[in-house]
């Protein structure tokens, strides 16, 4: 019995579903389609397009891109048969169903129209009942044919044929209107790697929820066209999307929709009961700028979504002509990135930690830089994520681990033996297995006391397997070193996840300070971080700190260590010392 119901339940939902369906009526009657019009809006439909003059179907046709289409056969200057046969010739609107309505009882002339590749047909006068159920026949077929045609069947989003489909018919669109279009292209960042860690099933479930996320992102309002119909998410296979902005008012609102894309996902996936956090990079490229076909805006949507992967992930980036060199030179910076080590091109800048109610130096962060043989100095920002790409980042972290603990033993040497040194961990480092050796021997190597040392870690750590990571973490807190949270605020931030992570310090990022002296709400999350993280027993420290302002407002809010060009930029080694002595 509930079985029959549910069933029943379906069809009417996909009966509702094509109440969206876009209906073309072409007849030399006006009167005729007004009636046809008002009854089938009682039946729900929404969606109408009448043209009387025969003239101007086709070309009706090929921009509106009807569902379905009530056609007429006797009409002058251009009959309906001669509308069928182009049709039927046309490569986009092959399939395009057609209900053909004749007053003819004649059956040559529907055999004729028939032999044409008629769909169905209707007599005239129009018989209400028999309009609808055929109508919504006609519509049944097409939606399934299409289902089967242009969509994924894992996500249920339009696929790469169809896609492609839409973006040659929104250029063309967005050409007539003089309005720009976009097309995105939207990668998963490491799905690979998840979807190794999580099995296959997992990775189904997180691609289906990934595009639930995506669609829901792009579907709100700042794109409202007539084109909307259009607008929409496809899935181009493996871990890649697409969108389809059909008609913007300029191309920047391409820019909000794709952060709006990278929101969505920043808060974790729940998959087979386990939190997974995913990012993705976006390419956006739009017409008629970058490209006047699909061919050339996908493929430079595409450039700029590697550009964005290059870069770090979990951005967008825009197509521009000079893409394309910026890739080849980051990929040779990446063969470069390979020999540094080896050739002694990397070191190590510190930056002096202050306390904030002694003014005391208590520590200070290494921070790594690439002294490129001819480029000169490279920040970490630009070959980190390079480093950690290519698993570079496992030999470079080990190495700069034990530099930063050996240069903490010379300043000890030097009489400045109360210091904490603290060091990045890149979260591909905490996924290698390997970490925990890495720690101990550089420990062991350079018999630094554990507890002078401090990891900084992101919040982006739990991404991936969020229980393996905190095992290592916990692991690695036994050798007796401390963790410190790096760039808090940034990511997903939950006191929950806080209280599992065995940390000893929050680092408050340099975004909150910057404005902390204009903006009460600013103001208000650095005060509330500290009380939280003081009621968690935890330690923060500010970065970014560049004049006194803040400082006073640091002192009075309670923050315990100060870190930032205010005190001191990041020094090389001989510099320091000469900081501390004064
Ligand atoms: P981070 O760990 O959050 O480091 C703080 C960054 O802010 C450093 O940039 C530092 O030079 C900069 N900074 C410090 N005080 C101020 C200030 O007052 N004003 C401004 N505008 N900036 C300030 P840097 O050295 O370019 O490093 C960038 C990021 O690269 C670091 O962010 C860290 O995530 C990563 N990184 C640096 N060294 C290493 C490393 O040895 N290993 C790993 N895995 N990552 C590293
Ligand atoms: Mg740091
Ligand atoms: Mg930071």
Redesign the pocket.
């Known amino acids: 019995m509930t079985q029959t119901i549910t069933e029943d339940r379906g069809l009417d939902d996909e009966f509702d579903q094509q109440k969206d369906a876009v209906i073309m009526m072409v007849d030399d009657e006006p009167i005729l389609m007004e009636i046809i019009q008002t009854f089938l809006e009682e039946e729900g439909y929404q969606h109408f397009i009448t043209i009387d003059d025969s003239t101007k179907a086709l070309a009706t046709i090929d921009q509106e891109r009807p569902d379905v289409l009530l056609l007429d056969l006797m009409m002058p200057e251009v009959d309906g048969f001669t509308i069928l046969e182009s049709i039927r010739r046309d490569a986009w609107n092959k399939y395009l169903p057609v209900i053909v309505l004749t007053s003819s009882t004649d059956s040559e002339t529907k055999l004729r129209a028939l032999e044409m590749g008629a769909t169905d047909f209707l007599a005239k006068p129009v018989d209400s009942s028999e309009l609808a159920l055929r109508l919504r026949n006609t519509l049944m077929v097409k939606a399934y044919q299409d289902q089967l045609t242009y969509y994924d069947t894992l996500t249920n989003l339009p696929n790469r044929k169809l896609f492609l489909d839409r973006v040659d018919w929104a250029i063309q669109r967005s050409h007539r209107a003089e309005k720009p279009m976009a097309v995105m292209v939207v990668g998963l960042d490491r799905f690979k790697q998840v979807n190794e860690t999580f099995g296959p099933r997992a990775g189904d479930e997180i691609l289906t929820q990934a595009a639930a996320r995506l669609k829901f992102a792009v579907r709100q309002d700042d794109v409202v066209t007539v084109a909307q119909r259009w607008q929409s998410v496809a899935r181009l296979g493996g871990d890649e999307f697409a969108v389809l902005l059909p008609e913007i008012s300029q191309a920047e609102i391409a820019g909000s929709v794709a952060r709006r894309m990278l929101d969505a996902l920043k808060e974790p996936l729940s998959v087979e009961g386990q939190d997974v956090f995913i990012s993705a990079s976006i390419g956006i490229a739009t017409s008629p700028e970058d490209g006047q076909d699909s061919d050339a805006l996908m493929k430079n949507a595409a450039i700029a979504t590697d550009f964005a992967k290059q870069q770090g992930r979990g951005t967008y980036q825009f197509y521009s002509p000079d893409l394309d060199a910026k890739s080849r030179e980051l990929f040779e910076l990446e063969t470069d990135l390979r020999r540094a080590l080896s050739r002694n091109e990397l070191e190590l800048h510190y930056q002096p930690k202050v306390e904030t109610s002694s003014g005391k130096t208590v520590g200070m962060e290494a921070l790594v830089r690439w002294r490129h043989p001819s480029r000169g100095m490279i920040s970490p920002g630009v070959f980190i994520p390079m480093a950690e790409d290519g698993g570079l980042i496992v030999p470079i972290g080990a190495w700069l681990l034990e530099e930063a603990c050996r240069e903490n033993m010379r300043l000890a040497e030097a009489g400045f033996d109360n210091l904490k040194v603290s060091v990045n961990i890149s979260a591909v480092q905490i996924s290698d297995p390997g970490l925990h050796d890495v720690v101990a021997n550089a420990l062991a190597n350079t018999g630094l006391d554990p507890a002078r040392l401090i990891l900084e870690i992101t919040e982006s750590v739990v991404m991936g397997d969020v229980e393996s990571n905190l095992k290592v973490l916990h692991d690695i807190r036994g050798l007796g070193v401390s963790l410190s949270i790096?760039?808090f605020g940034t990511g997903y931030s939950s006191l929950s996840y806080l209280k599992r992570f065995p940390i000893e310090e929050l680092?408050v990022?340099?975004s909150f300070l910057d404005e902390v002296e204009h903006s009460d709400e600013d103001a208000a999350i650095v005060r509330a971080i500290i009380v939280l993280a003081h009621t968690l027993e935890l330690t923060v420290t500010a970065?970014g700190v560049e004049n006194a302002n803040q400082v006073a407002f640091l002192q009075e809010v309670g923050c315990d260590i100060i870190q930032g060009y205010h005190f001191s930029k990041p020094l090389p080694p001989d510099q320091l010392l000469a900081f501390l002595q004064g």
Do not use: A, Q
Request: glycine share 0%; no cysteine.
């Open positions: 790096d760039d680092k990022d340099k970065e």
